[in-house]
């Protein structure tokens, strides 16, 4: 397919509920898409940079800036066979993984269109039903997390995860603990602490939680592997983790005993692959997290979620829990049981609503050699 243009446009769209995490609070999301035009089709890819740089460094201006200036024309005018071939053509420019994610991304949805082939499957995906989660941000008062557990767990979820920071952490687990003993916990500290909280986060262990996220620092292996010898609870990394090396080198230190994957954050479903395999060479469980998506971004992380390795439920959860009105069509659905069950159709498996995306668009470029 040869790549003959690239547009790039943002879109805003107001989340059903803010969502808060240890570096604040979202209300309404800006949500930067690209969609490849080539040979007649169509592939789109979303970049998940949040509104501000406080996840990381990328947010949702600077990766306009960067896929506008650079990488939209590194791809311009060349012919690809696969997405697979988009990163060495991305390399020189460093970092900015959410940008390339969301160019690389398009490419292979336009090539699952191209190959009649459903996108999990041309990833490599087995599973025919993924398991889902939910994530669940810090509220206004305790009673609110727990209303919000319960309709959760009614929906089926069969993962809870809870985001902690200092203050909201102990008293809030406790609680959770004492209503619901049984349920797969977690908590996510989104780099909330540091070595100085070591009891603190020691005290977590009494709460048989399935894993802590990321609780030092968004670059860090070696303190967090200084941390996971004195705890019982895994620690799973997701900021510290943005490459295939960064798995290996992490997984070697010891510093996690889970993966979260982010294909935003690896920078496009090639790389998140190798590191799917990486972890699974070490026999490391991953599992799929998420960025506050729109559909486009949903169901690319619901392909990604087939693969083999993903063994425990991703941050991989209804459209409704964000959204009125979801871009896609179906909207993600998750069943009773906490699963998604993936399509069969060609590309992506789920039509996107134009003329909604139109709607919402609130910028728009179109980038041509
Ligand atoms: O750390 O997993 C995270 C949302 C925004 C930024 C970081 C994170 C999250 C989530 C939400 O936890 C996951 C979702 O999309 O449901
Ligand atoms: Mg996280």
Same mark, same amino acid.
């Given at each position: 397919?040869?790549?003959?243009?690239?547009?790039?446009?943002?879109?805003?769209?107001?989340?059903?509920?803010?969502?808060?995490?240890?570096?604040?609070?979202?209300?309404?999301?800006?949500?930067?898409?690209?969609?490849?035009?080539?040979?007649?089709?169509?592939?789109?890819?979303?970049?998940?940079?949040?509104?501000?740089?406080?996840?990381?460094?990328?947010?949702?201006?600077?990766?306009?800036?960067?896929?506008?200036?650079?990488?939209?024309?590194?791809?311009?005018?060349?012919?690809?066979?696969?997405?697979?071939?988009?990163?060495?053509?991305?390399?020189?420019?460093?970092?900015?993984?959410?940008?390339?994610?969301?160019?690389?991304?398009?490419?292979?949805?336009?090539?699952?269109?191209?190959?009649?082939?459903?996108?999990?499957?041309?990833?490599?995906?087995?599973?025919?039903?993924?398991?889902?989660?939910?994530?669940?941000?810090?509220?206004?008062?305790?009673?609110?997390?727990?209303?919000?557990?319960?309709?959760?767990?009614?929906?089926?979820?069969?993962?809870?995860?809870?985001?902690?920071? $200092?203050? *909201?952490?102990?008293?809030? @687990? #406790?609680?959770?603990?004492? =209503?619901?003993?049984?349920?797969? +916990? &977690?908590?996510?500290?989104?780099?909330?602490?540091?070595?100085?909280?070591?009891?603190?986060?020691?005290?977590?262990?009494?709460?048989?939680?399935?894993?802590?996220?990321?609780?030092?620092?968004?670059?860090?292996?070696?303190?967090?592997?200084?941390?996971?010898?004195?705890?019982?609870?895994?620690?799973?990394?997701?900021?510290?983790?943005?490459?295939?090396?960064?798995?290996?080198?992490?997984?070697?230190?010891?510093?996690?005993?889970?993966?979260?994957?982010?294909?935003?954050?690896?920078?496009?479903?090639?790389?998140?692959?190798?590191?799917?395999?990486?972890?699974?060479?070490?026999?490391? $469980?991953? *599992?799929?997290?998420?960025? @506050? #998506?729109?559909?486009?971004? =949903?169901?690319?992380?619901?392909? +990604? &979620?087939?693969?083999?390795?993903?063994?425990?439920?991703?941050?991989?959860?209804?459209?409704?829990?964000?959204?009125?009105?979801?871009?896609?069509?179906?909207?993600?659905?998750?069943?009773?049981?906490?699963?998604?069950?993936?399509?069969?159709?060609?590309?992506?498996?789920?039509?996107?609503?134009?003329?909604?995306?139109?709607?919402?668009?609130?910028?728009?470029?179109?980038?041509?050699?």
């Amino acid at each position: 397919m040869k790549i003959e243009a690239i547009t790039l446009r943002e879109l805003q769209m107001p989340l059903v509920h803010f969502f808060e995490t240890s570096f604040g609070r979202t209300t309404t999301r800006r949500i930067l898409l690209v969609t490849v035009h080539a040979d007649g089709l169509e592939g789109w890819g979303e970049c998940v940079a949040g509104e501000a740089p406080y996840y990381s460094e990328e947010y949702i201006e600077g990766a306009w800036d960067v896929s506008a200036r650079y990488l939209a024309p590194a791809l311009l005018g060349k012919t690809l066979q696969s997405g697979s071939e988009v990163p060495a053509l991305l390399a020189r420019v460093r970092e900015h993984r959410m940008a390339k994610a969301a160019l690389e991304n398009a490419v292979w949805d336009a090539e699952a269109q191209e190959k009649g082939t459903p996108l999990w499957k041309l990833l490599g995906g087995t599973q025919r039903e993924i398991a889902c989660g939910v994530s669940i941000g810090i509220q206004d008062s305790h009673e609110q997390l727990l209303q919000k557990i319960e309709t959760e767990l009614a929906a089926g979820y069969q993962r809870i995860k809870v985001k902690v920071k $200092p203050g *909201w952490d102990v008293e809030v @687990l #406790e609680k959770i603990r004492a =209503r619901w003993n049984g349920i797969l +916990l &977690s908590c996510d500290a989104n780099s909330a602490y540091t070595l100085a909280d070591s009891d603190r986060l020691k005290d977590f262990d009494r709460f048989n939680l399935l894993m802590i996220e990321q609780p030092l620092w968004s670059d860090d292996f070696y303190f967090h592997a200084r941390l996971q010898k004195q705890l019982l609870t895994a620690i799973c990394l997701d900021e510290a983790i943005r490459s295939a090396r960064d798995a290996e080198a992490a997984l070697e230190l010891a510093a996690c005993r889970i993966i979260n994957i982010k294909v935003g954050r690896i920078g496009g479903f090639s790389e998140a692959i190798l590191v799917h395999d990486v972890a699974q060479a070490f026999k490391v $469980p991953v *599992w799929c997290g998420g960025m @506050l #998506e729109s559909g486009i971004g =949903r169901s690319h992380n619901v392909a +990604l &979620s087939t693969l083999p390795n993903f063994t425990l439920p991703g941050d991989v959860s209804a459209s409704k829990r964000y959204w009125k009105e979801d871009i896609i069509e179906p909207e993600v659905e998750v069943s009773p049981q906490g699963t998604i069950a993936v399509s069969d159709k060609p590309g992506r498996g789920y039509e996107l609503r134009k003329d909604l995306i139109e709607k919402l668009t609130v910028r728009k470029e179109v980038l041509k050699n």
